[in-house]
């Protein structure tokens, strides 16, 4: 068996582990994009295990035994499958690097581990909260990847069964369950504040109207008010350099809309009812005679923005373009399907970031198609339509 003394060293690599679960709830917080998480926690957990096999007890030459299985595991349980062929990656090339008799071993047994925990979660999947069992079990079957032991010289494939596996399942049983319910808790907040962020009728970063509420609040207006109070909607998408994005965070996109709202302030009818689009660009009612004199309206709107400078908490400036469409919207029958469809509707190519705005009118695809229904129905369907949206979000 290990000596006593060289499972307290395992200590030091216990404690690394705790990296993990302020990685995952700190940096999903900060990325936007889901995708870009996963790569990035990926490169975390894989960080990790490199770390591990950098502290690692070697009983004989080229035989390491250490805890790199255990981020892996968890990446698979956890990240899915991009974060996890990220940690993966990592994780195999440092054990080819190192090298030694065991290095096929070791290549083995990161693998096995990465797809046990892929396996965990698909066969727990069905299970809204895994408790602390389900993860007991995934501690379990880490013992699994022991059988990576058979690509050792026999002598040491057979110390390693009888005196280092007892004592790393031990250690697996342990670890696994306690780390991965510190992660699975911090995944259950950030999936409570964003439930909450959802819930709320406007975004706490921009202060504009959510999907959902700007959907709602713009059938209301249409089916309570005259007949071309909402003839249309005006649809901005943001420009701005990629990289901005990328290097500021989440954030930046939320003060690029707050600051394209203000400078629409006083310039539209409907200016206080400025929405968001789940994709994030930019919503606005239109009344009838902002619809019929879209083109003066959106290049006076393209110069305003283009004149817009958003200064950045550590002082760097930048101006930012947008790509303004209007779609008209001929009854309450149209608005509603407008509406329903906005998400799917592609930008215009050209850009007015560039001191020469340019407007977009939609054309009426379709026209031939579609038969006007009977404005009677048309405000009974967008009446109805006000409490469907609501719901929406319920079955996604």
Same mark, same amino acid.
């Given at each position: 068996m290990l000596q006593g003394y060289n499972v307290v060293d395992f200590a030091g690599p216990i404690g690394l582990l705790c990296v993990l679960i302020v990685g995952v709830g700190e940096i999903r917080r900060w990325l936007s994009?889901?995708?870009?998480?996963?790569?990035?926690?990926?490169?975390?957990? %894989?960080?990790?295990?490199?770390?591990?096999?950098?502290? @690692?007890?070697?009983?004989?030459?080229?035989?390491?035994?250490? /805890?790199?299985?255990? @981020?892996?595991?968890?990446?698979?349980a956890f990240l899915g499958w991009r974060g996890l062929a990220v940690c993966l990656v990592m994780a195999i090339t440092t054990r080819l690097y190192i090298g030694g008799v065991g290095a096929g071993s070791g290549v083995a047994s990161v693998v096995i581990s990465?797809?046990?925990?892929?396996?965990?979660?698909?066969?727990?999947?069905?299970?809204?909260?895994?408790?602390?069992?389900?993860?007991c079990q995934l501690g379990l079957i880490s013992g699994l990847s022991f059988v990576s032991a058979a690509l050792l010289p026999a002598d040491i494939a057979i110390w390693f069964?009888?005196?280092?596996?007892?004592?790393?399942? +031990?250690?697996?049983?342990?670890?696994? @369950?306690?780390? %991965?319910?510190?992660?699975?808790?911090?995944?259950?907040?950030?999936?409570?504040?964003?439930?909450?962020?959802?819930?709320?009728?406007?975004?706490?970063?921009?202060? +504009?109207l959510r999907p959902a509420s700007f959907i709602r609040e713009?059938?209301?207006?249409?089916?309570?008010? @005259?007949? %071309?109070?909402?003839?249309?909607?005006?649809?901005?998408?943001?420009?701005?350099?990629?990289?901005l994005g990328t290097f500021w965070g989440s954030g930046l996109t939320s003060r690029v809309q707050a600051a394209m709202a203000i400078a629409l302030v006083g310039?539209?009818?409907?200016?206080?009812?400025? %929405? /968001?689009?789940?994709?994030?660009? /930019? /919503?606005?009612? +239109?009344?009838?005679?902002?619809?019929?004199?879209?083109?003066?309206?959106?290049?006076?709107?393209?110069?305003?923005?283009?004149?817009?400078?958003?200064?950045?908490?550590?002082?760097q400036k930048f101006r930012f373009g947008a790509k303004l469409r209007v779609l008209p919207a001929q009854n309450d029958a149209e608005l509603f399907d407008l509406l329903q469809s906005v998400e799917s509707i592609e930008s215009p190519s050209a850009m007015s970031c560039d001191g020469q705005p340019t407007s977009y009118a939609a054309a009426q695809a379709d026209k031939g198609a579609r038969q006007s229904r009977d404005s009677l129905f048309a405000k009974l369907d967008a009446t109805l339509a006000v409490s469907r949206t609501d719901t929406v979000r319920l079955n996604d």
């Open positions: 994009s889901p995708k870009q998480a996963q790569y990035v926690l990926g490169a975390i957990f %894989g960080l990790v295990a490199v770390i591990e096999m950098e502290m @690692p007890i070697s009983p004989f030459e080229g035989v390491i035994i250490d /805890l790199r299985i255990v @981020p892996v595991i968890l990446a698979g990465g797809a046990l925990g892929a396996l965990w979660t698909g066969a727990t999947r069905a299970h809204l909260r895994r408790n602390f069992w389900h993860l069964v009888w005196n280092a596996a007892p004592i790393l399942w +031990l250690i697996y049983l342990v670890t696994i @369950p306690i780390v %991965g319910a510190l992660i699975q808790r911090e995944i259950r907040r950030i999936e409570a504040e964003h439930f909450m962020r959802e819930g709320a009728s406007t975004c706490p970063d921009s202060g +504009l713009t059938l209301q207006l249409a089916a309570t008010e @005259p007949k %071309g109070t909402v003839a249309g909607l005006l649809v901005i998408w943001p420009v701005y350099a990629k990289w310039r539209l009818t409907h200016s206080g009812r400025i %929405g /968001l689009s789940r994709h994030g660009h /930019l /919503l606005v009612p +239109l009344t009838a005679e902002e619809v019929a004199q879209h083109q003066d309206a959106t290049e006076s709107l393209s110069r305003r923005l283009a004149q817009t400078e958003l200064r950045l908490s550590a002082g």
